[in-house]
C-alpha cells in the first residue's frame, strides 16, 4: 500500500479557517476507512475524525465537532478535513492514516507519515 501524504498545513489566525489534504498522488485510496489524528507538542497523538469510504459515515472527536468536516472525493483519491473557527489548542501536528473501523480510531494501521503542522496563533 501506498503511504498517503498530508498537505496544507500552515499558520493561521484563530478564529480563521483551513483545509487539510491527505492523498497518494492520484491513486486510489485504499481500505474501509481513513481518518486524521493530530499531536500537540508534548502530548500522544490523538483522534480528530474519521470516514467511511464507502458509506460515507464519519465520526469525530468531541473537541472538534462543529468545527471541522472530513470529506474524501468521489475518485476515492484524496481525503480532506476543514478546520472553521481554528483555537490555538488546535496547534498540533495533523496525520492522516487507514482505519478497519471509522467509529474506532484504535484499529488505525500502516505507517505514519510526516504530518503537516498547523499552527494556530491567538
Known amino acids: 500500500q501506498v503511504q498517503p501524504v498530508e498537505s496544507g498545513g500552515g499558520l493561521v489566525q484563530a478564529g480563521y479557517s483551513r483545509r487539510l489534504s491527505c492523498g497518494t498522488s492520484?491513486?486510489?485510496?485504499?481500505?474501509?476507512?481513513m481518518g486524521w489524528f493530530r499531536q500537540a507538542p508534548g502530548k500522544e497523538r490523538e483522534f480528530v475524525a474519521a470516514?467511511?469510504?464507502?458509506?460515507?459515515?464519519?465520526n469525530y472527536a468531541e473537541s472538534v465537532k462543529g468545527r471541522f468536516t472530513i470529506s474524501r472525493n468521489g475518485a476515492g483519491t484524496a481525503m480532506y478535513l476543514q478546520m472553521d473557527d481554528l483555537k490555538p489548542e488546535d496547534t498540533a501536528v495533523y496525520y492522516c492514516?487507514?482505519?478497519?473501523?471509522?467509529?474506532?480510531?484504535?484499529?488505525?494501521?500502516?505507517?505514519w507519515g510526516q504530518g503537516t503542522q498547523v499552527t494556530v496563533s491567538s
Open positions: 470516514i467511511n469510504f464507502m458509506s460515507g459515515r464519519t
Open positions: 492520484g491513486r486510489t485510496l485504499s481500505g474501509n476507512a
Open positions: 492514516n487507514r482505519l478497519l473501523r471509522e467509529y474506532d480510531p484504535g484499529t488505525a494501521y500502516g505507517s
